[in-house]
């Protein structure tokens, strides 16, 4: 799509996909195993595939008591369809930013990942892979992360005098997850003066910006971390604006994604993949006063 008619519908206030500037794509999720933590997470038309692994190492000798979390990501699709940004670039900041908030909030507890101080932890490994880019890569790839060690299911060990041993034949155990921190991204665009910005870019939106910036928050009204790499400045004024909008939005959300997830809870493993669908609810967005939003706009 011509990067000129966006722009143009834009500066008439409108969204070429017929949204409002401060509202989220659709969210589905197909739920797969539990064993595997097996997720396909689509936002729009971005699609990601997430699954989950458990294994049983020697820990760190520094960190005796703490297990292992890594995330591994798969971008090879933007390389075989000529993305115009550096794949591998992008890659590290999405990996980068997923561990600074799940571990730097301790959304998962590394510490909880022990079986036998200086002996025995958990390493849990988390890889996704992006099917289709529609926009805002770093939402869906985060989503699809903490959605999968949300589904996760690891194998019940026990400690005995002889050791460790799994206990597969029973109730397989979830993940200490303590809160769900949320990725809310946004556009900010320059247009005739004025700063536009955008929640939930779509691709040809991206092609269009001058920066985004990215909160991490949780319902607690935490925010966990913010993200802005480079790109055009944005006035205090307007950002303070755009935190009490994010944090606004944080409850209904965050409650959507219980409710999606709960759900799942007591899923047999062999399940078969299952369709939710989830939107944030319109009250939400009404309790966002019309003049927080004149005054977002017209600064």
């Known amino acids: 799509m011509n990067s000129e008619f966006v722009l143009e519908q834009l500066a008439l206030g409108k969204r070429i996909d017929g949204r409002d500037p401060l509202q989220q ?5 197909h739920f797969g195993p539990q064993s595997t933590g097996a997720i396909e997470l689509s936002l729009g038309e971005t699609r990601v595939f997430a699954t989950t692994s458990a294994s049983i190492t020697t820990p760190n000798p520094i960190r005796p008591s703490e297990g292992f979390l890594k995330f591994h990501l798969d971008l090879q699709v933007l390389r075989d369809t000529g993305y115009m940004h550096n794949p591998i670039k992008l890659g590290m900041e999405i990996e980068k930013y997923i561990e600074k908030v799940i571990k730097g909030s ?118 966990c971390h913010v993200h802005k790499p480079g790109g055009s400045p944005i006035n205090i004024s307007i950002l303070q604006q755009l935190t009490t909008v994010t944090l606004m939005k944080s409850r209904p959300y965050t409650e959507e994604i219980r409710n999606l997830l709960i759900n799942n809870k007591g899923f047999p493993i062999e399940k078969t993949v299952t369709l939710f669908k989830f939107e944030l609810p319109k009250q939400a967005n009404d309790a966002i006063q019309v003049e927080q939003l004149e005054q977002l706009y017209n600064q």
Request: proline residues 3%.
């Open 106 to 223: 301790k959304a998962l507890d590394t510490e909880s990942l022990c079986i036998l101080s200086g002996k025995n932890v958990w390493s849990i490994d988390v890889n996704v892979a992006l099917i289709n880019n529609d926009g805002n890569l770093l939402d869906a790839m985060y989503l699809c992360c903490i959605f999968s060690l949300q589904h996760f299911r690891r194998p019940q060990v026990s400690v005995s005098l002889q050791g460790v041993k799994l206990e597969i034949e029973k109730r397989l155990v979830p993940l200490s997850i303590h809160h769900i921190p949320l990725s809310l991204t946004y556009a900010i665009l320059e247009l005739n003066e004025q700063t536009i910005l955008l929640q939930d870019p779509c691709l040809e939106e991206e092609a269009v910006q001058n920066g985004r910036i990215t909160y991490s928050v949780n319902i607690y009204n935490d925010i």
């Open 25 to 29: 794509r659709m969210i589905q999720c």
